[in-house]
């Protein structure tokens, strides 16, 4: 039976949900217990490619989100979820943690009008979609696994869908830096991304070191 039937065949609320639901939830928890789990700083040395893997992994789920039929929740409007988790914490963390390699730059719509790259922060970015997939969560969790269902698969196409895929390149490039033992470039335009009293270089210098530090980890000799 394909993803389909499954995703779009409906649920009474408070039934057991199927085999697709369960495994995107599944895909969704795991994502959120383990970028708690990296934030923790505990590891630093290979957070970056944890959080390569993480992301790839949470992607996975997403396209499959993305490649069923539109699912409909049992209810015209939404249930009250409550109050959303606050996010604050988490995105500090990461902040903190990926300090020197937090800012990136990418194309919002690789099919929209030309435009600048414009800037972002991993941190910011995969705190936002925690939140989007918590969302979810607590639907799921209170038995409407349809509603959960409907805003994972709305929410990826609308939002943590590209933003994932936006972290991904620039996760997937500091991973190629370290292994290619290549040097991050300049910021592009020369521009700082907010008051945090550093020049562009001494950013570099401190991407450098924590990228040689991951170098020292994975690197194997020949």
């Known amino acids: 039976m394909s993803?389909?039937?499954?995703?779009?065949?409906?649920?009474a609320p408070g039934a057991e949900p199927d085999e697709f639901a369960?495994?995107?939830?599944?895909?969704?928890?795991s994502f959120v217990l383990a970028l708690h789990e990296i934030a923790k700083g505990d590891e630093p040395g290979s957070a970056v490619s944890l959080m390569l893997l993480e992301v790839s992994q949470l992607l996975l789920a997403g396209g499959r989100l993305g490649a069923i039929e539109d699912v409909l929740p049992d209810d015209r409007f939404e249930p009250d979820a409550g109050p959303e988790p606050d996010g604050d914490d988490l995105r500090e963390k990461l902040a903190e943690?990926?300090?020197p390699i937090d800012v990136y730059h990418e194309v919002f719509d690789p099919y929209g009008?030309?435009?600048k790259p414009a800037t972002f922060r991993i941190s910011d970015d995969l705190a936002g979609v925690v939140t989007d997939l918590r969302h979810g969560l607590t639907h799921y969790r209170e038995g409407r696994i349809s509603e959960a269902m409907w805003w994972w698969q709305f929410s990826y196409l609308s939002n943590w869908g590209s933003t994932c895929t936006g972290v991904l390149r620039a996760l997937q490039s500091l991973v190629a830096h370290v292994r290619l033992d290549s040097p991050l470039g300049d910021i592009p335009d020369g521009t700082d991304t907010d008051d945090d009293g550093l020049t562009d270089e001494q950013l570099e210098a401190q991407a450098g070191a924590l990228m040689a530090a991951e170098l020292g980890r994975h690197r194997q000799p020949r």
């Open 3 to 11: 993803d389909a039937v499954h995703a779009t065949s409906g649920h």
């Open 97 to 99: 943690l990926l300090a």
């Open 22 to 29: 369960v495994q995107i939830a599944d895909s969704v928890n």
């Open 113 to 115: 009008p030309p435009e």
